[in-house]
C-alpha cells in the first residue's frame, strides 16, 4: 500500500466521526425547526467538525482496541444526547438546558410515560431514531475500514512519531474550526450577543447546533457560580403614559407631542424629585397607555413609592458577594404607588396556575365565568407567559416575579433558604392561613420539597400526600373535583391566602386519551355546531379538557357568593405556558393546531406566548373595568397583587412591574425579544416594529430597552446564583 494510501486512512476515523456530529446535527435541526438561516450552518458545520476533530485526535492517540471500545460509546452518547432532546422538543415544544434536563425532564418523561411511548413508537418516533443512530450502525460495519491503520499501541508503540504528528493535526484542524467560528461571532459579529452577554440556550442550539449549545450552557452553569455580575449602566428608562418612574435609573417624565405631519414624537428627560405627581380623574384607567386629558378642577395627589427601607448603597459599600449586585438595585428607581395602592387589603387570595391555559379560549357563551372574571375585573388585553423551563417555570414566573435562567432547578434553588418575596411569604407575615395545592404527584418536580417552603402556614396538599384519596383517579385529574373537595379546607379560615396548580388542561389532546377532554366533549361540539365551527379533534378535546377549570373556577365563584365573602375574595389566574401539546411535530411557523386555535399563524414567540390573565374580585365589579392595554407578561402579577394587598415590597427586588403603576411596560422573552408599549424587538433578526408607524422613536431607545432587559435577566441569575434574597432579608433583619 503506497504512503498516500495509509495516510489516507489514518484520517478516516476523523473524517467518519466529524461527519457523524455533521450529520446528527443536521437531522436534529431539519426535526425540530422550520425558520433556517444560512449562517446557522455555516456555524453547525464549523462546531461539528471541530468536535470530531478533537474527538478523533484524541482517541487516536490510544491502543486500537481503546479507540474500538471508545468511538462507539462517543457516538452513542451523542445518539442519546440528540435522542433525549428530540423528543424533549416533541413533548414541550422547547429545548431544554441542562438544569432542565437533570432536574425537571426526568419527572417530565418519567410521569408522562404513555405520552413519551406514544412519541417512540410512532412512525415519526421511530424514523427519527434510527436516523440518529445511522453513524453507529455504520461505525459496526465499517470499523475496520476506519481503524485499520491506527497503531495497535497508541503512542505507546516504539514509533510514536507519525501517530502524535496525525494526532495533533486533527486537534489543530479542530482549533482551527472554532478559530474561524470565532472570528465570525466576535468580529464579524454574527450573533455575537448569543454567544456572549445574551445568551440563551434554545437560541444558541439554533445557530449554533445542540452540540455548542450545550457547551455553551456548561459554561455559562461554571460562569454563573464563580464570577461576578456585570449590570450594565442605562442612562434614562422610558416611563408609559405621560408620567412615570424610571425603574432602572433616574426617575423620568415622558412626553408625546404631535408635529403638524402627524406623527407623534416620544421624549423622555429626567424629572425631579423622587415622587411623581399622577393626575386623577374619575373613570381613567391609570394603566393605559393612552393619555388622560388634562382638567384642572383635578386637585394632584401625590403618591408615595414601592421601596423598602433598605439602604441597598450601604450594603454594596459593606463589600462581599452581593456588592455588585446591591450596587445595581440601588440604582433603580421604585415605581410609584398609586390610587390602586391596598384596594385588596385584608382581602383573601387565591392564586391559580392553570395547566396550558389560553386566553384564547375565553368564550361568553362556552365559558361564561372565565369571561366574566376576565372583564369585570382587571383586563389583561395584551398578555404574555413566557415559555422557559415548561410548568415548573410558569409556576417560578407567576411565584416570584422573575425569569427561571436557572431551567427546571429554579424552584430548587430559590426555596433553598426559605422564601420571602412571593405571596404565600408576604401574606403569612400578615397572619392568613395558608395551603398550595396541585391535582397530581405530589413529587412532580420535587413539589414536595419546594412547595413546603412557599409560606403557606397549612402547608402542601397533592396526590401521594392526602389529595388521592379526595379526587378521582383520571388523567388528567379534575380541577373541579379538585376544588370541591379543598374549598371546604380553608373557606371559614380568613384571610385565606390559597394556591393552586391545576392540571385539566394537560395534553394529549384527543377524546380517547384524555379523560377531561371525554368529559366535556358533547358540550364543546354542541357549541361548535351552533356557531358553525369547524376546529378540528385536537382543538376541540383541548378546549374540552380547559371547561374543567372553567366548571372549577364557576364553581368557586358561585360559593363565594353563597358564602357572602366574593367581594372579600380576590381570584388570579395565569397559565403555566402555551398549550404546546396541541401540536406534536410543532416548530415556530409549523403549529397548525396552535394557529387554528388562536386564529393567526404563529411565527414568533410573542404570537406563541400571547395568552391571557385574570385578576377579580367581586367588589371589582361595581365599577367600571380596569384595563390595562398596555404589554404584560407573568412576571407582573406578583409586583402587581404586591400593590393591590398593600403588603411591604420593594418593587427594585423584581424584574416585572405593578401594572397599575406608572413603570415601563416591558416584556421579555428567553431568547432576549422585548416588546413595549412602542413596538417589539427582534433580537435574532435586530430589527424593532413600531406599534404605531407615525410614532417616532426616540433617540437610542432600541440600545437602551436591550441593555435593560439584559440587566434584568442577570439579576434573575443574580438572584439564584447568589442566593440575594436571603442576603437582602438577612441584612435587612439586623438591628441598626
Not at 386566553?359 to 369585570?376: A, H, Q, V, W
Not at 416570584?400 to 426555596?415: A, M, R
Not at 386564529?599 to 406566548?609: C, F, L, M, S
Request: hydrophobic share 40%; with cysteine.
Amino acid at each position: 500500500m503506497s504512503l498516500q494510501k495509509k495516510k489516507r486512512k489514518k484520517i478516516q476515523l476523523a473524517v467518519f466521526l466529524s461527519l457523524s456530529c455533521l450529520y446528527m446535527e443536521i437531522v436534529f435541526k431539519l426535526s425540530v425547526e422550520t425558520l433556517h438561516t444560512g449562517s446557522s450552518f455555516v456555524f453547525l458545520t464549523l462546531f461539528s467538525l471541530c468536535a470530531g476533530l478533537v474527538a478523533s485526535g484524541i482517541i487516536s492517540l490510544l491502543p486500537k482496541r481503546a479507540v474500538e471500545i471508545l468511538a462507539p460509546l462517543y457516538l452513542g452518547f451523542l445518539f442519546l444526547v440528540f435522542v433525549v432532546e428530540f423528543l424533549v422538543y416533541r413533548q414541550f415544544k422547547v429545548a431544554y438546558d441542562l438544569n432542565t434536563i437533570l432536574n425537571a425532564a426526568t419527572d417530565a418523561l418519567g410521569g408522562f410515560g404513555a405520552d413519551i411511548r406514544r412519541l417512540i413508537f410512532c412512525f415519526d418516533g421511530i424514523s427519527h431514531i434510527l436516523l440518529l443512530l445511522l453513524p453507529l450502525m455504520l461505525w459496526f460495519v465499517l470499523r475496520k475500514k476506519i481503524i485499520g491503520q491506527l497503531p495497535e499501541k497508541g503512542i505507546w508503540q516504539r514509533r510514536t512519531g507519525q501517530a502524535v504528528y496525525f494526532s495533533l493535526a486533527q486537534l489543530a484542524g479542530g482549533t482551527a474550526c472554532y478559530g474561524v467560528a470565532l472570528f465570525l461571532i466576535l468580529c464579524c459579529g454574527l450573533h455575537k450577543d448569543i454567544f456572549t452577554n445574551q445568551y440563551n440556550f434554545e437560541s444558541a442550539v439554533m445557530q449554533f447546533g445542540l452540540g455548542e449549545g450545550l457547551c455553551l450552557d456548561i459554561r455559562n452553569l461554571a460562569l454563573s457560580k464563580t464570577s461576578a455580575q456585570v449590570f450594565e449602566s442605562t442612562e434614562v428608562e422610558f416611563a408609559q403614559g405621560t408620567a412615570g418612574t424610571s425603574s432602572e435609573g433616574a426617575a423620568v417624565r415622558s412626553k408625546k407631542e404631535t408635529m403638524p405631519d402627524g406623527k407623534t414624537i416620544v421624549q423622555a428627560r429626567e424629572a425631579a424629585g423622587a415622587q411623581e405627581l399622577v393626575m386623577l380623574q374619575e373613570g381613567t384607567s391609570l394603566q393605559s397607555t393612552k393619555t388622560a386629558k388634562e382638567d384642572e378642577s383635578v386637585i394632584p395627589v401625590v403618591y408615595g413609592q414601592s421601596v423598602s427601607s433598605i439602604d441597598f448603597s450601604a450594603l454594596a459599600a459593606a463589600g462581599g458577594d452581593c456588592a455588585d449586585i446591591d450596587a445595581y438595585v440601588s440604582t433603580l428607581t421604585p415605581s410609584s404607588q398609586n390610587a390602586y395602592t391596598g384596594s385588596f387589603e385584608g382581602k383573601n387570595l387565591i392564586l391559580i396556575c392553570a395547566e396550558a391555559f389560553s386566553g384564547f379560549l375565553i368564550d361568553p357563551e362556552l365559558t361564561p365565568t372565565l369571561y366574566r372574571l376576565s372583564t369585570k375585573g382587571i383586563n389583561f388585553n395584551d398578555y404574555y407567559q413566557q415559555s422557559i423551563a415548561g410548568t415548573t417555570g410558569g409556576e417560578y414566573q407567576l411565584l416570584f416575579g422573575l425569569i427561571p435562567t436557572s431551567g427546571g432547578s429554579s424552584i430548587k434553588e430559590i426555596t433553598q433558604s426559605g422564601t420571602h418575596t412571593n405571596m404565600g411569604a408576604l401574606l403569612n407575615d400578615k397572619g392568613y392561613y395558608g395551603m398550595a395545592f396541585h391535582n397530581s404527584d405530589y413529587t412532580y418536580y420535587d413539589r414536595h420539597k419546594t412547595h413546603i417552603k412557599l409560606g403557606y402556614s397549612g402547608g402542601y396538599m397533592g396526590v401521594g400526600n392526602g389529595l388521592e384519596e379526595l379526587i378521582s383517579p383520571k388523567w388528567p385529574a379534575s380541577d373541579l373535583e379538585l376544588m370541591q373537595e379543598t374549598l371546604p379546607m380553608y373557606i371559614d379560615k380568613q384571610p385565606f391566602n390559597v394556591y393552586y396548580m391545576t392540571v385539566s388542561g394537560h395534553s394529549v389532546y384527543t377524546f380517547g386519551n384524555n379523560a377531561m377532554s371525554r368529559e366535556n366533549k358533547d358540550a364543546v361540539d354542541a357549541w361548535c355546531a351552533k356557531n358553525n365551527l369547524s376546529y378540528t379533534e385536537p382543538v376541540r378535546a383541548y378546549i374540552a379538557a380547559n371547561l374543567e377549570l372553567e366548571k372549577a373556577v364557576a364553581y368557586l365563584v358561585e360559593t363565594l357568593e353563597q358564602k357572602g365573602i366574593a367581594d372579600d375574595t380576590v381570584i388570579c389566574i395565569a397559565p403555566d405556558h402555551f398549550p404546546y401539546g396541541l401540536d406534536s411535530d410543532a416548530a415556530l411557523g409549523k403549529m397548525p393546531y396552535l394557529s387554528e386555535l388562536y386564529g393567526y399563524p404563529v411565527n414568533t414567540y410573542e404570537e406563541r406566548d400571547r395568552s391571557r390573565a385574570i385578576i377579580w374580585c367581586g367588589a371589582l365589579e361595581d365599577n367600571e373595568p380596569i384595563v390595562v392595554d398596555t404589554p404584560t407578561s407573568s412576571v407582573d402579577i406578583l409586583p402587581t397583587l404586591c400593590n393591590l394587598f398593600g403588603v411591604e415590597w420593594d418593587s427594585r427586588l423584581y424584574v416585572g412591574r405593578d401594572v397599575l403603576s406608572d413603570a415601563l411596560p416591558l416584556v421579555f422573552f428567553g431568547n432576549y425579544d422585548w416588546k413595549t408599549d412602542l413596538g417589539h424587538y427582534s433580537s435574532t433578526n435586530n430589527i424593532f416594529t413600531p406599534t404605531d408607524e407615525n410614532t417616532v422613536i426616540p433617540e437610542d431607545y432600541v440600545k437602551q430597552i436591550s441593555s435593560m432587559v439584559r440587566n434584568r435577566m442577570t439579576f434573575s441569575k443574580s438572584v439564584l446564583s447568589h442566593d440575594y434574597y436571603t442576603h437582602v432579608y438577612d441584612a435587612a433583619s439586623v438591628p441598626e
